[in-house]
């Protein structure tokens, strides 16, 4: 079992002038220390459940770009992109860049969004859940055709391009790995078993009900459930001094055993490095035996 690094908040000690520095050394430890990959939220405001609206926020595709200068194997991406915040065509030059720049680390984390008072706030447009989900699967379908040799039109209910140009090409083959994020049984673990390399499933007593979901769209879609990479938030709380480490591994354990590849979650206590550490000498090593 691989383990990755989600930051999902900057309001950190030292405030915004030691982000730079603070945030590189959070990247290059967490790299060296073997976690798989690093993710953050696409957010723009603070989200409920984190903090305060107010608190720290930092451009996701920015900030991937940042992560990526400072590590040299972690695999990249937001954990996940809402997809009313970008057109397709910026969304897929955003990812190839970080692709190219990477050196092919680049994951495409995308889901129908859900934070109406941010998109409200800065005036992103909004629109009804049904369409957002429609915009989804187009914007699916629009970034497959822009990591392919295909160069034409793109004709579709919601977007419209003339050239699909896309130079330079991805590195990643066949292209960046599709990260569908979300729970919804009839729309979103849809979309995983038609499109995507991987999942993103929350900790909660409904798991193993969701992977059955899952299972059941992929037997409709023609589509084989052990191809698609299940991944899974957990927090990776160690405790203060370690004494929470068997509690985590004992978890890890659990979800690896229903069929989870991936657990992705917070550290507390970011910026410590030595947080970091900890896991990658105490829970890394055991999980990779999994």
């Avoid at 295909?150 to 579709?156: A, L, R, S």
């Avoid at 370690?242 to 890890?252: C, N, P, R, S």
């Avoid at 910026?271 to 999994?290: M, T």
Wanted: proline letters at 6%; aromatic letters at 8%; a negative charge.
């Amino acid at each position: 079992m691989e383990i990755g690094l989600q930051i999902p908040d900057f309001t950190w000690p030292n405030g915004a002038p030691a982000l730079g520095p603070e945030l590189a050394a959070v990247a290059s430890t967490a790299d060296k220390a073997g976690f798989g990959y690093l993710a953050v939220m696409d957010h723009f405001f603070q989200i409920r459940g984190v903090g305060p609206a107010d608190h720290d926020m930092l451009e996701a595709y920015t900030t991937l770009g940042f992560l990526a200068a400072h590590t040299e194997r972690a695999k990249l991406f937001t954990l996940v992109t809402g997809v009313h915040y970008r057109e397709p065509g910026l969304l897929a030059k955003a990812v190839t860049t970080l692709d190219v720049l990477s050196g092919g680390r680049a994951i495409v984390g995308i889901g129908a969004g859900w934070n109406e008072d941010e998109s409200r706030g800065l005036g992103f447009p909004f629109p009804p859940v049904t369409e957002r989900f429609e915009r989804l699967e187009e914007t699916i379908n629009y970034l497959l055709q822009m990591w392919s040799d295909d160069d034409g039109p793109f004709e579709g209910k919601h977007y419209q391009a003339e050239r699909l140009l896309n130079v330079p090409q991805v590195l990643s083959k066949p292209h960046p790995p599709i990260m569908v994020g979300g729970g919804g049984e009839k729309k979103t673990l849809r979309l995983v078993a038609k499109y995507a390399q991987s999942c993103n499933l929350f900790n909660t007593p409904e798991l193993e009900h969701k992977l059955e979901v899952l299972k059941q769209h992929c037997e409709t879609e023609g589509r084989d459930y052990d191809e698609i990479t299940k991944t899974v938030y957990q927090i990776l709380d160690t405790g203060e001094n370690g004494e929470k480490t068997a509690q985590l591994i004992d978890e890890l354990g659990r979800l690896h055993n229903l069929g989870f590849a991936v657990a992705i979650g917070a550290a507390p206590r970011m910026p410590q490095l030595d947080v970091l550490e900890r896991i990658g000498a105490d829970v890394i090593p055991v999980a990779a035996k999994f």
